[in-house]
């Protein structure tokens, strides 16, 4: 089985390998095996467990480990106190033990879920993320950020907990509906527009690859992962660069928010992919970057089958003072004023902290126009 490698080189016995490739799920009893773990629990979703499942058990059992598999609803709704106490226990019950591993077999929802219940058992046990969407295995299943959500926003209970090991197999995005592989895309042209033009460009050439599940999906999953675990290294815990990793997300979390997390109008990846074309759009206004790079960023989202514009949401996305509403409730906010990740161009992002609300406002406002 030939698959390509990136390596997280953290400190203090943290650091691992994500291993990319088509048939990875049928390596993980293997891999397993090798960290020296004699029972797993695999966590998952239910669609993902019908697809997946018997085959990572039979791989576990295979090597020789005791396992059983908690299934969860599919949908953001999972990542709740109630999914967290009920994989918790679920795990507790399959007397998985500190030395023990547990399996994230999903996408986000999943490995965030299964991630945090890890952190927290036992006060800690090891994990293993095998992402089964784009958006995980290119953005969430690396880096060690793990959580649920609370009733008052997304994300607000959590821990860093890094996994042993990433397996990232490329074939089971096969299954992944049209809608979820391309809101999985968005965080894919995220890497090229933040800080490397040239993989952009690259996108632009080849995205149909990535779809269609040519050389070029690996590949794509390979150069997200390298950058993310190149930030990840350098700012672990969110100090300073790492915030580049959401350019597209403020905006893109407030229309989640404002959709009220109803994946039937807006998907993670799709508020991402509005909220990238909105913060080019916002940068060019500001007088950062050129109104024509703007342009070229919304185009090919929308090439990729992407919204990018407010309009897009389904039922709309309330007004602008709606929108800087849902904003001000980032974690991103300190003391009334916003931080964004702004852009002087493709593949030149920073954050800029300070941004008023007025400025925000009447952007929005000619946007909704
Ligand atoms: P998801 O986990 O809900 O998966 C989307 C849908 O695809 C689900 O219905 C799932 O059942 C289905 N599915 C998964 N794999 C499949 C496959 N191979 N074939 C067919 N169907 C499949 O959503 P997601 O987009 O993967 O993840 C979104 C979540 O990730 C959000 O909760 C977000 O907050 C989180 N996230 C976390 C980080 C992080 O750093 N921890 C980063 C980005 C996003
Ligand atoms: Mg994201």
Known sequence: MSHLSVH?????GRAYDILIGRGLVDAVG?????????????????T?????????????ERAGLRCGIIAVP????????????????????????????VVALGGGVVGDLAGFAAATLRRGVRFLQVPTTLLA????????????NSPHGKNLIGAFHQPRLVLADTATLDTLVEREMRAGYAEVAKYGL???PGFFDWCEAHWRGIFSGGPERDEAVAICCRAKAGVVVRDEREDGERALLNLGHT?????????QYDSARLVHGEGVAIGLALAFRFSARLGLCSGQEAGRVANH????????RLQDVPGGSGDAEAMLDAMAQDKKVRDGALTFILARGIGQSFIAPGIGRDDVRAFLQDELR
Do not use: W
């Open 137 to 148: 295995q290119v953005d969430s299943s690396v880096g060690g950020k793990t959580g649920i």
């Open 8 to 12: 997280v080189p953290l400190d203090g």
């Open 194 to 196: 933040i800080n490397d």
């Open 251 to 259: 905006f893109g979390h407030a229309l989640e928010r404002l959709t």
């Open 74 to 101: 599919p949908g953001e709704a999972s990542k709740s106190y109630a999914g967290y106490a009920s994989v918790c226990d679920g795990l507790l019950a399959l007397k998985i033990e500190r030395g023990d591993l």
């Open 301 to 308: 989202l929308a090439m990729a089958g992407l919204p990018t």
């Open 48 to 60: 993902v467990a019908g697809l997946y499942g018997a085959r990572v058990r039979a791989s576990l």
């Open 30 to 46: 293997a891999q397993a095996a090798a960290l020296g773990a004699k029972a797993a629990g695999i966590v998952t979703d239910e």
